[in-house]
């Protein structure tokens, strides 16, 4: 599985100062950036200070809010020196995102109030890409980034939006920048940073498609798991998500999530939605977990954290549960967690939970 890290962040300032050094002796402060009601000069500004604040976020685990901190450029500072301050601040968030353990997570306010290093070196990159094709448009120079990136930050920051044949394309399509055949202009956008649930032993962790995408196929999806880990019904789970990705019916809060092991970053299994409520309210739960992690309570602790959270959202009344006859120890687990039986056939029971 490719990371999105510190590399990728410098991958990004790079071809973000390739293209702006060939128009220095262009007019920057007059002109403006593309689409945006913004100069060329202020744009470029502003890629430094998104860039600075996203690594002041990080590397000081900010948790309730954003750090008071942003950046301007000198008045006095020329077209050589913007570049070079997005090169400075490029080089703060790589070192952050770099530094920060996995399971480090700040605050940043949409959708879910945070983001880990993964999300955070996307949204910078994010920011680089899509302003440089802002100051580049303006100015009337070419510019295309290097498509890993693109597909990089459509698989971690943008799993709502349906992957197009052209990353780059597809990423300002997503971004109300250009048009793709087949599909209506975007007016309004956001990305989405995954969800995290705190359980009282565990983190449950959303998992994007770049991570479902590796899980598929037989990789860790990011994670450390326990011994006999990753379960094979969470790397079919895994593989559904990539379905509902490709297809563009995917809900990131309505997929899958990874239960992590607080004591030691591990993770012990797989637990999520097997798609989003319906017209009733009505979402379907289902987990596993790695056999070595059984017999500890982690199912039971886990699906009540699930199940409060969602049926917390406005959009759910009731979840339910298929569980096999012969599968005693699931039972257990929604029983414990407050479902009820409400239903059966020759080979399962239904269980469901009201809000």
């Given at each position: 599985m490719r990371t999105m890290g510190g590399e990728q962040v410098t991958e990004a300032v790079a071809s973000c100062a390739a293209v702006l050094r060939t128009a220095l002796d262009q007019d920057w402060e007059?002109?403006?950036?593309?689409?945006?009601?913004?100069?060329?000069?202020?744009t470029a500004g502003h890629i430094a200070s998104d860039l600075v604040v996203y690594a002041g976020q990080l590397a000081g685990r900010a948790q309730d809010a954003y750090l008071p901190l942003e950046i301007t450029l000198d008045e006095e500072a020329d077209n050589r020196e913007a570049v070079r301050s997005i090169e400075l601040t490029g080089a703060l968030l790589a070192a952050a995102v770099a530094t920060a353990p996995r399971e480090a997570r700040a605050f940043h306010p949409f959708p879910f109030r945070s983001a880990n290093r993964e999300g955070f070196a996307a949204m910078g990159i994010t920011e680089v890409l899509l302003h440089t094709h802002?100051?580049?448009?303006?100015?009337?120079?070419?510019?295309e980034p290097p498509a890993e990136l693109c597909e990089g930050v459509l698989t971690r920051i943008f799993p709502h939006v349906r992957p197009g044949p052209d990353h780059w394309r597809t990423l300002l399509w997503a971004t109300g920048r250009g048009e793709l055949?087949?599909?209506a202009p975007v007016a309004g956008w956001?990305?989405?940073?995954?969800?995290?649930?705190p359980a009282e032993r565990l983190t449950l962790e959303g998992v994007t498609p770049?991570?479902?995408?590796?899980?598929?196929?037989?990789?860790?999806?990011?994670?450390?798991?326990?011994?006999?880990?990753?379960?094979?019904?969470?790397?079919?789970?895994?593989?559904?998500l990539v379905k509902a990705y490709r297809s563009g019916t995917h809900r990131p809060e309505w997929g899958m999530f990874v239960l992590v092991r607080s004591e030691d970053g591990r993770a012990v299994g797989g637990m999520g939605f097997h798609g989003a409520p319906d017209e009733e309210g009505k979402a379907e739960v289902g987990y596993d977990l790695a056999v070595r992690a059984r017999g500890h309570g982690y199912a039971t602790e886990a699906l009540r954290a699930l199940s409060g959270?969602?049926?917390?959202?406005?959009d759910v009344r009731t979840l339910t549960a298929i569980v096999?006859?012969?599968?005693?120890p699931s039972q257990a687990v929604v029983s414990r967690a407050g479902f009820t039986r409400v239903g059966e056939d020759e080979e399962t029971f239904a269980y469901a939970l009201n809000g």
């Open positions: 007059s002109v403006r950036a593309g689409r945006l009601e913004w100069s060329c000069r202020r802002d100051i580049a448009e303006g100015l009337g120079l070419p510019y055949p087949g599909r956001h990305w989405t940073n995954n969800a995290v649930i770049a991570a479902a995408t590796d899980l598929a196929v037989g990789g860790t999806g990011g994670f450390e798991w326990v011994d006999g880990g990753p379960f094979e019904s969470t790397r079919d789970a895994a593989g559904a959270w969602a049926l917390a959202r406005g096999e006859r012969a599968n005693l």
